[in-house]
T-cell receptor, first 114, second 113 residues
């Protein structure tokens, strides 16, 4: 158990819909990262927040957005869903926002878009 | 920009045999290098990392990786694998400019009894 929690574990929805994925980092970790893992694209970095502020942006689509709240939990919002958005979405956290700090990954949310 | 190439998408080996999972990276600056492991139906876990110092780094479960700057490689090795090592292994390199980790495509290690 990494200490990072993600809800829900599974999500099945239809094209065009909007969903919110939630992540609670390890106690004391200020930085949250979101990743997308799919069979064709592999593991892709989406976005990072550090203490409530956006720190780095990766291959995140404009239809996707995220935020980190004062209690440090984070939400990833996916809208106008397409079939290709079906993937495993991971959240990770680290103590600080530096890359040499270990990132602890949550168990993931499996999103299926029908 | 940094990139990572894991040369083998799948590696089947017999139990107690040695294994090497290959990883090459491209970078023009100093890097941090990582190996993560993903067991079935779980998230990723850090296996080992190279930040600086000794080029040979070890994990607690018998894996080791050697940073080779001249060959831009960070191959992962284990002298004798166990069934419990069955997992997907990801090599990653830090992109300090973009402030992100760049992951390879992963290598699926399957252990046959």
């Amino acid at each position: 158990d990494s200490g990072v929690t993600q809800t829900p574990k599974h999500l099945i929805t239809a094209t065009g819909q909007r969903v919110t994925l939630r992540c609670s980092p390890r106690s004391g970790d200020l930085s949250v990262y979101w990743y997308q893992q799919s069979l064709d694209q592999g593991l892709q970095f989406l976005i990072q927040y550090y203490n409530g502020e956006e720190r780095a942006k990766g291959n995140i689509l404009e239809r996707f957005s995220a935020q980190q709240f004062p209690d440090l939990h984070s939400e990833l919002n996916l809208s106008s869903l397409e079939l290709g958005d079906s993937a495993l979405y991971f959240c990770a956290s680290s103590v600080e926002g530096n890359l040499y700090n270990e990132q602890f990954f949550g168990p993931g949310t499996r999103l299926t878009v029908l | 920009a940094q990139s990572v190439t894991q040369l083998d998408s799948q590696v089947p080996v017999f139990e107690e045999a040695p294994v090497e999972l290959r990883c090459n990276y491209s970078s023009s600056v100093s890097v941090y290098l990582f190996w993560y492991v993903q067991y079935p139906n779980q998230g990723l876990q850090l296996l080992l990392k190279y930040l600086s110092g000794s080029t040979l780094v070890e994990s607690i479960n018998g894996f080791e990786a050697e940073f080779n700057k001249s060959q831009t490689s960070f191959h992962l090795r284990k002298p004798s694998v166990h069934i419990s090592d069955t997992a997907e292994y990801f090599c990653a390199v830090s992109d300090l400019r973009a402030q992100k980790l760049v992951f390879g495509q992963g290598t699926r290690l399957t252990i046959n009894p």
